[in-house]
């Protein structure tokens, strides 16, 4: 039944096309039927019987080979079309995807859209590759919901007043910073999840470095609730977190460090991709679903200024929490070394949360890991790789790090 559904939008998507670049499209195949002795013949220029007979026979022939390269273009058009609606069907079988009838079409063609992106960043000599992922078919509504930090004055002036600052590193003559990190080694980082439409990757950041650090320092950790943050780190609570709606790193890890004396564990207060009433003292009443932050030994965090300062952290001390700008092209980031030329690199131009774990070097280009949060089809495994040293996509102006 799908099959058959997708078939007949895509005939409409052939129609579409066909139309524009056949009709409205540039002529200049239609003249190539017209010689000037034909226009000549036209214009009444010879009234001969032969000549009349030659021009009935040039125009019969002249039709004959129109609809020839009409059939022609079908063809092409038709083959084109056949193979995108073929890896779309095989788009949603494999992401498990079910849309109603009249929504095929609509998908289709955001299917299409992204498969051109992705097939156009072949041709650049580029250091990374796109890929299709399970967001090739989504909307600029329901990829927008994907970015969920939530810019204001008050992180605007958080960032103003961190670049302004002088730096606090002071790395000494007898240390040594490593050419190479991977904090996914130490077997403390949890497994990418998946935030879906709910714009909480500030949380998912935020959190996964608490939980990373607690790991670092205590040689085993705990899943613990993002649930808690979304439901909990609220303006009606004293923070400037809105759920699925937005919040930004600061807030999460104020309330961490300054608004619970506890957190819950992930499996007593599941993730449900959208915000609910707050159940963090429900949960410290349950025997064994929450964890105290005295356990954790962890003493805060600080803010930190530049590429400079998160380097250190990362060689030295663990995850760090960092902001990026989310474009198109990073949603559907595959693999290779990611810096999009359209990104603004100004540190205001921010959007999404991610953790910095770790990076590198290869090919003469400098790289940072990254953790996100859009699940294991995003790049490599749910991490991907972006360039370092240059602020690409305005990431590394600003990062947090748990001590």
């Excluded at 935020?206 to 790991?215: D, F, I, P, R, T």
């Excluded at 953790?371 to 947090?400: D, E, F, L």
């Amino acid at each position: 039944m799908r099959s058959s559904i997708v078939v007949l939008a895509s005939l409409c998507l052939v129609a579409q096309f066909a139309c524009g670049e056949l009709i409205h499209g540039p002529m200049s195949w239609l003249s190539n039927f017209y010689s000037p002795s034909q226009q000549s013949s036209n214009s009444g220029s010879s009234s001969s019987s032969s000549s009349s007979s030659s021009s009935n026979w040039s125009s019969a022939n002249t039709l004959s080979s129109l609809g020839q390269t009409l059939h022609n273009g079908y063809q092409q058009l038709d083959s084109g079309y056949h193979n995108i609606r073929t890896r779309f069907e095989q788009f949603l079988t494999a992401y498990g995807k079910n849309y109603p009838l009249q929504e095929i079409p609509r998908r289709l063609s955001l299917f299409a859209r992204s498969l051109q992106i992705v097939q156009d960043s072949w041709r650049g000599n580029q250091s990374y590759a796109l890929e299709l992922n399970e967001f090739s078919d989504w909307d600029d509504h329901e990829l927008r919901a994907l970015n969920g930090v939530k810019m204001g004055l008050k992180q605007l002036h958080e960032i103003n007043a961190t670049l302004a600052r002088p730096s606090a590193v002071r790395v000494r003559a007898t240390e040594t910073i490593p050419s190479f990190k991977d904090w996914r080694k130490s077997g403390c980082l949890s497994t990418p999840i998946s935030q879906d439409q709910c714009g909480c990757c500030w949380a998912v950041s935020s959190l996964g470095v608490v939980e990373a650090q607690n790991c670092l320092i205590n040689g085993a950790g705990s899943r613990l609730s993002i649930q808690q943050l979304i439901d909990c780190s609220t303006p009606s609570t004293g923070y400037r977190n809105d759920g699925c709606n937005g919040g930004w790193p600061t807030e999460a890890l104020n309330y961490i460090f300054r608004g619970t004396e506890t957190l819950a564990r992930e499996v007593c207060y599941p993730f449900k991709e959208r915000r609910q009433t707050c159940q963090a003292r429900a949960m410290s009443q349950r025997a064994g679903c929450t964890v105290s932050r005295s356990s954790m030994g962890l003493r805060g965090f600080k803010i930190l200024k530049g590429e400079d300062e998160i380097l250190y952290h990362v060689a030295k001390t663990g995850p760090v929490v960092a902001v990026i700008q989310a474009t198109q092209r990073f949603i559907l980031y595959g693999r290779g070394i990611f810096d999009d030329p359209s990104c603004r690199r100004r540190p205001t131009d921010v959007d999404h949360g991610i953790a910095i774990v770790g990076y590198g070097r290869e090919n003469n280009e400098d790289y940072w890991i990254i953790k996100n949060s859009w699940g294991t089809s995003w790049g490599q495994g749910g991490y991907g790789r972006v360039r370092r040293g240059k602020n690409a996509c305005s990431i590394g102006h600003i990062g947090w790090v748990v001590l």
